[in-house]
């Protein structure tokens, strides 16, 4: 079983900045994909970042320049670090990855329970 626990969300002003963190634990042989994603109320789940396990990054468009996504793959832990906060980017963060908890197994997608992100003033 694989468990992610997201944690740093809360209420920050626009403009402001909040970095969420994401912990991997339990049967791990291999981390590929990690990422974020988020969820406005009456909105669908969308991605926001996303990095692979050599550092390769990807962002949506409307985060580019203000969110940055890394990770520790000794600590199976992805970061995302939010910048210059907009009340657009009020929403459910979400963490996922794809591990694999064997050699043989294919890569499997997991998700946290999410964390809320609340941007006004």
């Known amino acids: 079983q694989v468990q992610l626990v997201e944690s740093g969300g809360g209420l920050v002003q626009p403009g402001g900045s909040l970095r969420l963190s994401c912990a991997a634990s339990?049967?791990?042989?291999?981390?590929?994909?990690m990422g974020w994603y988020r969820q406005a109320p009456g909105k669908q789940r969308e991605l926001v970042a996303v990095?692979?396990?050599?550092?390769?990054?990807s962002y949506a468009d409307s985060v580019k320049g203000r969110f940055t996504i890394s990770r520790d793959n000794a600590k199976n832990t992805v970061y995302l670090r939010m910048n210059n906060l907009k009340p657009e980017d009020t929403a459910v963060y979400y963490c996922?990855?794809?591990?694999?908890?064997?050699?043989?197994?294919?890569?499997?997608?997991?998700w946290g329970q999410g964390t809320q992100v609340a941007v006004s003033s």
């Open positions: 339990g049967s791990i042989f291999s981390i590929n994909d």
């Open positions: 996922n990855a794809f591990v694999r908890m064997y050699s043989w197994d294919p890569p499997r997608g997991y």
């Open positions: 990095i692979s396990s050599g550092g390769s990054t």
